[in-house]
């Protein structure tokens, strides 16, 4: 499994845009790019996923550059309920489940 | 929908003794996880369940704990005897079994070994 690496910790206030870059230097051909965010006391919960170039949904976006070696989560307007620890994870996608590798997380402290 | 249950929410015991968690996953999901975080860390994979049968048990310490799921639905996770360094959440997740899904995670349960 591809090696992670992302900022320990990033503080922003309200309203701001969040960037979280990912490195995974050695992301495989079938690796996709997961991002989870995990609050305090709660388990973690699913943000987004992408392959290649950059997909958005309702919550966040992710950036991937052609090489693949890093990404970037993007977190429009955050609130203080975006407080939270963000992981990066790289890995292939099986029917028969993904095994997610965890790191350290970013903890993103959002401020007033 | 309903979420992954987990029950207890807290536990605390003292070493040597022995604990369980119980889990019960979304209705539907074939896929079931445990892991365990250690304060500060991000979640490590204990074992993984295809339905009723173990797809991946390699970072399990299988000289203490051990986890079954009969009937490919609920699931509990033992530790016996229970160390120090156990003291962790305990989280258990969730998903379908198809490419590109998701997991669920459940709320965790907090041990704490004396």
């Known amino acids: 499994l591809a090696k992670t690496t992302q900022p320990i910790s990033m503080d922003s206030y309200e309203g701001q845009e969040v960037n979280i870059t990912c490195s995974h230097n050695n992301i495989a051909t079938n690796d996709y790019i997961t991002w989870y965010q995990q609050f305090p006391s709660q388990g973690p919960r699913f943000i987004i996923q992408g392959y290649k170039t950059k997909v958005t949904n309702e919550v966040a976006s992710l950036f991937i550059p052609a090489d693949r070696k890093s990404s970037t989560l993007s977190l429009p307007r955050v609130s203080l309920s975006d407080t939270a620890v963000y992981y990066c994870?790289?890995?292939?996608?099986?029917?028969?489940?993904?095994?997610?590798?965890f790191g350290g997380g970013t903890r993103v402290l959002v401020k007033p | 929908e309903a979420g992954v249950a987990q029950s207890p929410r807290y536990k605390i015991i003292e070493k040597r003794q022995s604990v369980a968690f119980w889990c019960n996953p979304i209705s539907g999901h074939a896929t079931l996880y445990w892991y365990q975080q250690i304060l500060g860390q991000g979640p490590k994979l204990l074992i993984q369940?295809?339905?009723?049968?173990?797809?991946?048990d390699s970072q399990l310490p299988k000289d203490r704990f051990s986890a079954e799921r009969l009937k490919g639905v609920d699931s509990t996770l033992k530790i016996q005897p229970a160390k120090l360094e156990d003291s962790a959440v305990y989280l258990c997740?969730?998903?379908?079994?198809?490419?590109?899904?998701?997991?669920?995670f459940g709320p965790g349960t907090r041990l704490t070994v004396l």
């Open positions: 997740a969730s998903s379908l079994a198809r490419e590109g899904n998701e997991q669920f």
């Open positions: 369940f295809q339905n009723n049968g173990v797809v991946d």
């Open positions: 994870l790289v890995g292939p996608i099986k029917a028969a489940g993904n095994k997610l590798t």
